[in-house]
């Protein structure tokens, strides 16, 4: 909270691995490759509350454990109450269901005409292309399928989803999401952007999150050829 939260309060360097070189620490693939996804790799860099380690041994039944080390600086290790600390890290709190919650509290499975499409309003979708994040984001509202830690087997069916929107002309607006789409490979997000350009749409946006797990090398990669707009996504 103000004054604590001003920008140059924040985790300086590289933290714990500050002897990585810089031309690694900013390649989005080394963040991906370093992340801490188990309870013995978290307690190894911060002391946990009861709660925040009975939430990671829950995780695998309910959304995985994934946190970049870009990410895992800001947290601030004195605080379990830390804002972006509560963003990543579990707590045993996740596995209360209170009565009448629903796996899809945004009922898009009820609107889903082919997999991985939810079309709710007349002339935009959802197209869900990945069931990955960088780091998962504890409130996130599709943790069904995010991770795969429930069991969902999610597997984009882009082809189907491209079909689908081309035969769809009165869509006009298309939001990729997730998982987040910008962990797509360049190739195959330009090719998926491209596809959709040529087709009816007439606005193309990507709900991401990478930016705030990569640090500055979240302009981690050239976006590709075709025009994408990035929204936040939660």
Same mark, same amino acid.
């Given at each position: 909270m103000y004054p604590q939260d001003l920008r140059e309060n924040w985790h300086a360097g590289q933290g714990r691995w500050k002897d990585v070189p810089a031309a690694e620490w900013n390649d989005w693939h080394w963040q991906l490759r370093n992340r801490i996804t188990t309870l013995a790799q978290l307690e190894e860099m911060l002391e946990l509350t009861k709660e925040e380690r009975e939430g &990671?041994?829950?995780? +695998? !039944?309910?959304?995985?454990?994934?946190?970049? +080390? #870009?990410?895992?600086?800001?947290?601030? +290790?004195k605080d379990p109450n830390c804002p972006v600390r509560r963003q990543v890290i579990p707590r045993i709190e996740e596995s209360y269901v209170a009565p009448g919650e629903s796996e899809d509290p945004v009922g898009e499975e009820g609107t889903m005409p082919v997999p991985g499409i939810v079309h709710r309003y007349p002339d935009r979708v959802l197209f869900l292309v990945t069931d990955?994040?960088?780091?998962? &984001?504890? *409130? &996130?509202?599709?943790?069904?399928?995010?991770?795969?830690?429930?069991? *969902?087997?999610? !597997? +984009?069916?882009?082809?189907?989803?491209?079909? *689908?929107?081309?035969? #769809?002309?009165?869509?006009?607006?298309?939001?990729?999401?997730?998982?987040?789409?910008?962990l797509l490979s360049d190739a195959k997000l330009d090719a998926l952007l491209g596809r959709l350009a040529r087709s009816s749409t007439s606005s193309s946006s990507a709900s991401a999150r990478a930016s705030r797990s990569f640090f500055r090398s979240a302009s981690r990669r050239s976006l590709p050829r075709s025009s994408v707009s990035t929204a936040r996504s939660g």
């Amino acid at each position: 909270m103000y004054p604590q939260d001003l920008r140059e309060n924040w985790h300086a360097g590289q933290g714990r691995w500050k002897d990585v070189p810089a031309a690694e620490w900013n390649d989005w693939h080394w963040q991906l490759r370093n992340r801490i996804t188990t309870l013995a790799q978290l307690e190894e860099m911060l002391e946990l509350t009861k709660e925040e380690r009975e939430g &990671c041994l829950f995780a +695998p !039944h309910k959304l995985s454990l994934s946190i970049t +080390p #870009h990410f895992f600086n800001l947290i601030d +290790p004195k605080d379990p109450n830390c804002p972006v600390r509560r963003q990543v890290i579990p707590r045993i709190e996740e596995s209360y269901v209170a009565p009448g919650e629903s796996e899809d509290p945004v009922g898009e499975e009820g609107t889903m005409p082919v997999p991985g499409i939810v079309h709710r309003y007349p002339d935009r979708v959802l197209f869900l292309v990945t069931d990955r994040c960088a780091s998962y &984001c504890r *409130y &996130c509202t599709r943790s069904r399928l995010v991770s795969n830690a429930q069991a *969902y087997d999610f !597997h +984009p069916e882009l082809e189907a989803g491209l079909k *689908y929107i081309e035969e #769809h002309t009165e869509i006009r607006d298309v939001l990729l999401s997730g998982g987040d789409p910008l962990l797509l490979s360049d190739a195959k997000l330009d090719a998926l952007l491209g596809r959709l350009a040529r087709s009816s749409t007439s606005s193309s946006s990507a709900s991401a999150r990478a930016s705030r797990s990569f640090f500055r090398s979240a302009s981690r990669r050239s976006l590709p050829r075709s025009s994408v707009s990035t929204a936040r996504s939660g």
